[in-house]
């Protein structure tokens, strides 16, 4: 059995994973797909819609066989680190390939661009302190210094979002020298960042969060854009835990965080850096919800999801110290769901996998799976009051999710 | 002008404080009543049922002439903390007397209490060590202390909590040096935790808060038991701020904190000690109100009062080291309101007084009034969304609140 592997945050799963996956499959000419997914708190600095649970089974039903977690520590990060703890998961669990969604769609060009930016890589790191010197935001000070290094036209665009995922893939897939083929889909119709519907039925995994939490309707007005089971998935969710989380159901935390930590403790948080603590200090003492303070905190220094890892670190209290275990490759494999594809694959190839695949949290202990339990005991805050032990317990006696189908 | 000191925290202010302060002005001959009162939170470890404004104005409308307000520092601390700031409080103000309510009623019984345990000083304080490896509670050491020393029928009896209180008075005053006659009144009717009302007017204020948190009466059910200044300020709190602050209103970030931190940071809490923090870390991630982790939490070696403290600071993250000043006197006089009598003793020894007053809080610094904005920052936390910021504002724009009458 051959595996492929994607990374992934379903965050809610859509038409555009579907595609995704069809894709994965014909390309790869795998029997097998394993999703490394992110937990409650994903990499643009937000609680995941729902849980982690809700959403492998999504991903179970939407055409993945294994579900495996990546931990927070790689998670909730840059690219890089990001990049290198999923590819270091795909790798460990067997797959042959990793197939991603890009802008570009052509995989040689990301190769190019490896080799261009080695070769000029004194030029390239020069150029990025400067554009940085000069109050760029990290990844604007990357695709201004690629730009001013006039790269040929086949190169990848590196200020698309997935293009820069994806060369972050391909680059830990070759530091890591792991024997992974590289493959990428072109991403059809919606954009990353939309926040509008288009008349296509692909929506962007932004504008369904968009729709789910406006005030005027209630989930309905998503029903066309996503699949029936995520719309199922999502509605029993809301009515099982008494809401979808949302950055506002964690502002009052944040807050009260932000009026007891003194600028020396915070300066401790991952992500915190040169000065930042008082601004944020300075701010949230006036702010009066998550949106206003975020208004009030963006600059062009600094992207958004930078500002809300860094909030994402304050809230789970993540420090600076805590994250040094993400410099190396992921040390396990929390199974959060499969199908009997899956489990075939599993049973077959367990002998071969070097990492322990980790089926019951509560025997099994870690410092990285300590941080995703005290994210999920902190997830379940932004529920209301009734339903948070119910959520809570899940994280430790949740046995991974089993599909019958396929 | 002759003025007269009380001890105050008007949670809320009844009938048994008007007794009180008819009896504090008769037993003094004093024409001034001044109040040294707790700001948002109190010595039982609590959040003030309503603002210190709004309880600044009961005491106005009920008989004090000047209310200073006891800093946070000294208001939620050990009976003798406390005492010694409230008495230092009330002889920088230039008081010639302070008068208490005690069980007693016997101001002689507490100077003969005093000489008679300065007497055994050695054996009291061995033996109160020795209570207290048995595993009793301190106040309970101190109690059993005592009657191990088999004092005299006519010494105070230090079980009863303000006979407790009044006797850290005396000795406060006495260790000062202070040139204040102390005085005691005999309280009336309601003991001080009484949970149920009786047949007598004078309610306890646990009684009435009790009345007040109770889900099957909106207030109405107190109004007999309260003076009727007492009833209106507080139904205009609830109408203006939403609700009263209680407990439970902060439990949730109350567990947040303690699911997000370390036992060695919870080491670094004031009033967290001998392993305090383990029992903590466990046992709230397991609660889901206030009153399930106070009841799981309950030992025979911590009273409820000192663990309620403890959880204000986790609360405030006041550190044993932010507390160190109030091993001091107070350091400034912050008005909260005066009467026309209490504007004229002002105006006529201000030149008398040592210490600043403090009138606009944001024209003034200090490390102890700044832990005072804290609480109250953090006070209004309590409060639904949208009253936090009117609720917060008045901490730095209120002028103290002057009333014409007297």
Chains 1, 2 share one sequence.
Not at 144 to 166: M, R, W
Not at 203 to 227: C, D, H, M, W
Not at 264 to 270: N, P, S, T
Not at 353 to 382: E, H, Q
Request: a positive charge; hydrophobic letters at 40%.
């Amino acid at each position: 059995m051959k595996a492929t592997g994607v990374i992934v945050e379903y965050n809610p799963f859509h038409y555009g994973h579907i595609y995704h996956l069809e894709q994965a499959k014909k390309v790869s000419g795998a029997d097998v797909v394993i999703a490394a997914m992110s937990g409650n708190f994903l990499q643009r600095g937000e609680p995941a819609l729902v849980s982690k649970w809700a959403r492998t089974e999504m991903a179970l039903n939407g055409g993945i066989d294994l579900v495996f977690e990546l931990p927070y520590a790689f998670a909730v990060q840059k690219a890089d680190t990001f990049a290198n703890g999923a590819v270091s998961l795909l790798s460990a669990a067997g797959c042959s390939s990793i197939c991603f969604g890009s802008e570009s769609g052509d995989i040689e060009g990301f190769y190019d661009t490896y080799r261009f930016l080695n070769q000029h890589d004194e030029k390239y790191k020069a150029a990025i302190h400067a554009f940085l010197q000069q109050g760029n935001s990290y990844p604007k000070a990357l695709s201004l210094a690629f730009a001013s290094l006039e790269p040929d036209k086949h190169l990848i665009d590196l200020t698309k979002p997935n293009n820069i995922l994806g060369f972050q893939y391909v680059t830990a897939a070759q530091k890591q020298q792991a024997s992974l083929k590289m493959a990428t889909i072109k991403r059809k119709n919606a954009d990353y960042h939309d926040e509008q519907f288009t008349s296509s039925p692909i929506a962007s995994a932004t504008s369904i969060r968009k729709a789910l939490f406006s005030r005027t309707n209630e989930g309905s007005a998503i029903q066309s854009y996503v699949p029936d089971d995520t719309y199922r998935l999502l509605t029993s969710y809301q009515r099982s835990f008494g809401s979808f989380h949302n950055w506002e159901n964690y502002w009052s935390y944040i807050k009260l965080l932000l009026l007891q930590t003194t600028a020396e403790e915070l300066k401790d948080i991952y992500e915190m850096e040169e000065g930042l603590e008082n601004r944020f200090l300075a701010l949230a003492a006036k702010a009066e919800s998550f949106s206003e303070f975020m208004n009030a905190l963006k600059t062009k220094r600094y992207t958004w999801t930078r500002l809300q890892r860094a909030l994402t670190h304050i809230l789970t209290r993540t420090k600076k110290t805590d994250v040094k275990m993400a410099e190396e490759k992921v040390s396990y494999l929390r199974l959060l769901g499969m199908t009997r594809n899956g489990r075939a694959y599993l049973n077959r190839y367990k002998k071969e996998i070097s990492l322990p695949i980790i089926v019951k949290r509560a025997s099994f202990d870690d410092p990285l799976i300590r941080l995703d339990s005290k994210a999920a005991r902190i997830y379940a805050m932004g529920l209301p009051q009734k339903y948070r032990q119910k959520a809570l317990e899940l994280e430790f006696s949740q046995q991974p999710l089993y599909i019958e189908k396929k």
